[in-house]
C-alpha cells in the first residue's frame, strides 16, 4: 500500500506518520512522497531528514492534472491530509474514491468548514465554552469536513484553557491516534 501524504505547514504530523510504521518495521505501508501546496512550508526540511521525496504544486497543478500525474508516477494508492489546506479537486477525489482522508482538530461537525484549521479551530472552541475537543479523522469529498467520520478520540476543555492549551492536547491526539487509523484504513483498502 503506498500513501502520499499532502501537507501544507510544518508537516509533524507526517513525520510522526512516517517514523510510526518506519519503528514498527512495517512492510505492508509505504510513504513514497509527501506533497506540498507551499514551497516554503517545513515539511519539506522533515521530508529531506526523513528521506523522502517532496514536491510542491500550485494550485492550479492540482487542478490541471500534473498532481495526479505525479501520483500514478509513484503508483500511489491512496492520500492522507496531515495538516493540508486546500480543497481536493474533483480529478483527485474521482482517481481515488474513498481514498483519501483527513484529520482535523475538532470534533465535526462542529468548527468544521472552509477557514476553520489550526489555531482558528482551537480559538473558536475557547470562544464558544466547549468543555471539550479533539480530532476527527474523516473520510474526503468535495465538502470541506463534511466526508464519513471514520474516527473520533475527545480531550477535555477546562474554562481556564487558552487556545494554545487546547492545541497542545489535540496534537497529542493527532501523534497518539493518526498512525493507527491509518494503518487500519489502509488494510481495509487492500481487501
Same mark, same amino acid.
Given at each position: 500500500?503506498?500513501?502520499?501524504? +499532502?501537507?501544507? %505547514?510544518? %508537516?509533524?504530523? &507526517?513525520?510522526?506518520? =512516517?517514523?510510526?510504521?518506519?519503528? #514498527?518495521?512495517?512492510?505492508? =505501508?509505504?510513504? @513514497?512522497?509527501?506533497?506540498?501546496?507551499? &514551497?516554503?512550508?517545513?515539511?519539506?526540511?522533515?521530508?529531506?531528514?526523513?528521506?523522502? @521525496?517532496?514536491?510542491? +504544486?500550485?494550485?492550479?497543478?492540482?487542478?490541471? %492534472?500534473? !498532481?495526479? #500525474?505525479?501520483?500514478?508516477?509513484?503508483?500511489?494508492?491512496?492520500?492522507?491530509?496531515?495538516?493540508?489546506?486546500?480543497?481536493?479537486?474533483?480529478?483527485?477525489?474521482?482517481?481515488? @474514491?474513498?481514498?483519501?482522508?483527513?484529520?482535523?482538530?475538532?470534533?465535526? @461537525?462542529?468548527?468544521?468548514?472552509?477557514?476553520?484549521?489550526?489555531?482558528?479551530?482551537?480559538?473558536? !472552541? !475557547?470562544?464558544?465554552?466547549?468543555?471539550?475537543? %479533539?480530532?476527527?479523522?474523516?473520510?474526503?469529498?468535495?465538502?470541506?469536513?463534511?466526508?464519513?467520520?471514520?474516527?473520533?478520540?475527545?480531550?477535555?476543555?477546562?474554562?481556564?484553557?487558552?487556545?494554545?492549551?487546547?492545541?497542545?492536547?489535540?496534537?497529542?491526539?493527532?501523534?497518539?491516534? +493518526?498512525?493507527?487509523?491509518?494503518?487500519?484504513? &489502509?488494510?481495509?483498502?487492500?481487501?
Amino acid at each position: 500500500m503506498k500513501i502520499a501524504l +499532502f501537507a501544507s %505547514g510544518s %508537516g509533524s504530523n &507526517a513525520e510522526n506518520i =512516517i517514523t510510526h510504521f518506519r519503528d #514498527r518495521n512495517a512492510t505492508d =505501508i509505504e510513504f @513514497p512522497l509527501i506533497v506540498s501546496n507551499r &514551497a516554503d512550508a517545513f515539511v519539506h526540511e522533515r521530508a529531506r531528514q526523513l528521506g523522502v @521525496p517532496s514536491f510542491t +504544486f500550485s494550485k492550479a497543478d492540482f487542478e490541471n %492534472g500534473a !498532481v495526479l #500525474r505525479l501520483l500514478q508516477q509513484y503508483a500511489i494508492d491512496g492520500i492522507v491530509l496531515a495538516g493540508f489546506l486546500l480543497k481536493v479537486p474533483a480529478s483527485l477525489l474521482q482517481a481515488f @474514491p474513498d481514498r483519501i482522508i483527513n484529520i482535523h482538530p475538532a470534533l465535526l @461537525p462542529k468548527f468544521g468548514g472552509k477557514g476553520m484549521y489550526g489555531s482558528h479551530v482551537h480559538e473558536a !472552541v !475557547v470562544a464558544n465554552h466547549e468543555t471539550e475537543s %479533539g480530532i476527527t479523522i474523516h473520510a474526503v469529498n468535495e465538502h470541506y469536513d463534511e466526508g464519513t467520520i471514520i474516527f473520533q478520540a475527545r480531550c477535555p476543555v477546562l474554562p481556564t484553557d487558552s487556545a494554545d492549551e487546547v492545541a497542545a492536547k489535540v496534537h497529542a491526539l493527532e501523534y497518539r491516534h +493518526f498512525p493507527e487509523v491509518i494503518g487500519r484504513w &489502509a488494510k481495509g483498502l487492500t481487501k
